[in-house]
């Protein structure tokens, strides 16, 4: 793995931050990941895009333009010698110590292996609870996964595999993944106080593209409890179908019609190559 801090390329394991840098001590950070697919970066500019926003968001700004940006992850990625390289992108609100009209963000890139889900999750789903909570700034990606932390025991208790954020009875998002429902053939997504991930508007693209019903909108947490399929999308999950729901069957229990269509629709996608 390689890591490249403020224009220092080194190792991971020999890289260095000083301790009072502000994304350390107060959590002051704005960050992307993303993965490579068939040897290449895949919608990296989609990552930058978001990375930009995030950081305005928090009152952070880019040292570098997203195309500067841009040619040092393929680079940090080639040179990574991994064969499957993801690539991560933190900008932290540089160091305490620097005097606040001096201080500027510390940007960190790193190149790291991709961690794949086990195949059989695709085929049997997973088990995920509902669990009341709203990130703060949510349309932001930022270092703030307390409660992603915090929820593991009662994860554990459950024998859950992941949670789904829902807040007035409103379902948002879980803490790493966006959240579909399968309604009536009708494909739904919430739209607000959420991160808008790439993957999800991946799917959205797909989707309407292939005919399929797409409703982004408020949906109701008992709306979500009896769906007939649930799935979550990111980077790292792709298209990862959900079969039960605090304990209990999600339609028949078995993974969707609607959710192996779009789970085939988007490994075609990704194999086609016709994405940037």
Known sequence: MLAWINGLESPLESASLRPDDLGLQRGYAAFEFLRSEHGRLFHLDDHLRRLETSARLIGLTLPMNRSELATLCHGLAERSGLAVPAIRILLTGGYAAVPTADRRPNLIVIAEPVTEFADELYCTGIAIIGVEFQRECPVAKTNNYLNTFRVESLMKASQADDVVYHWNGMVTEAPRSNIFAVIA???????????????????????????????????????????????????????????????????????????????????????SGNWE
């Open 185 to 271: 053939d009708r494909v739904v997504t919430p739209r607000h106080d959420i991160l808008l991930g790439v993957t999800r508007q991946t799917i959205l693209d797909l989707a309407v593209s292939h005919g399929l019903t797409v409703e982004e909108r408020v949906l109701s947490l008992s709306e979500l409890q009896s769906a007939n399929e649930i799935f979550l999308t990111s980077t790292t999950r792709r298209v990862l179908p959900v079969t039960r729901l605090d304990s209990r069957p999600v339609g028949d229990g078995q993974v969707g019609r609607v959710t192996t269509q779009i789970m085939q629709l988007f490994r075609s996608y990704i194999d």
